[in-house]
């Protein structure tokens, strides 16, 4: 079964500190997806892409393609950014653009 | 633009009660999807449309119907609810291949 696995499950930070959090997946993709999402709140897509490396303010979102792992970095993070951060993918040869979930990361910033 | 809306926010439903949960987005997205967020796991897809008058079923279809008669609206149909339809439902959107936009979610509890 093709399953996207995120590390840590919970994170706790002193406001800051440099963030990492971890996606790995099973096999080949065509692209991978990083979401947040407050408590209580909706879901905003923050990156998606495919090789590389992208950046976004304090955000940036990497990805290895032959070892199938990606990782979400916050630099200088702040208590607004506590929340749950989801990684998805988009299995290579999948159909109509269906994500595969993580289960979340949830991240604690505190002052 | 409003996006993704959803209606309505809340719900409490008897076992064997239908509803329908609604869902419209304004971005002339041809993708639309509803997904299913249990505590601690991935969302999950229940059914999703590419396009007016073509839907599919997602991971997770039973219990659900769903129709797409315009590009704009996605409602999605509870049919004799059961507990085990105790979720957090998110309605999303997309062009073809690129990132999903969500609605605000829909907490449903089915007592």
């Known amino acids: 079964k093709n399953e996207v696995e995120q590390s840590p499950q919970n994170l706790t930070a002193q406001e800051g500190e440099f963030i990492t959090i971890n996606c790995s997946y099973s096999?080949?993709?065509?692209?991978l997806h990083w979401l947040q999402q407050h408590p209580g709140g909706g879901i905003v897509s923050l990156f998606m892409?495919?090789?590389g490396k992208k950046k976004h303010g304090r955000l940036i979102a990497t990805i290895n393609i032959q070892e199938k792992h990606s990782s979400l970095h916050i630099t200088a993070s702040h208590p607004r950014d506590s929340a749950v951060y989801i990684c998805?993918?988009?299995?290579?040869?999948?159909?109509?653009?269906?994500?595969?979930f993580g289960k979340g990361t949830l991240l604690t910033v505190n002052p | 633009n409003a996006g993704v809306t959803q209606t309505p926010k809340f719900r409490i439903l008897k076992i064997g009660q239908s509803m329908t949960l609604q869902c419209a987005q304004d971005m002339n997205h041809n993708y639309m999807y509803w997904y299913r967020q249990d505590p601690g796991m991935g969302l999950k897809l229940i059914y999703y449309s590419v396009g007016a008058g073509i839907t599919d079923k997602g991971e997770v279809p039973n219990g659900y119907n769903v129709s797409r008669s315009t590009t704009e609206d996605f409602p999605l149909r509870l049919e004799l609810a059961a507990p085990s339809q105790t979720s957090v439902y998110f309605c999303a959107s997309s062009w073809a291949g690129t990132e999903q936009f969500f609605g605000p979610g829909t907490r449903l509890t089915v007592l």
């Open positions: 998805a993918v988009r299995w290579s040869g999948g159909s109509n653009y269906k994500l595969t």
């Open positions: 096999v080949g993709i065509s692209a």
């Open positions: 892409l495919s090789s």
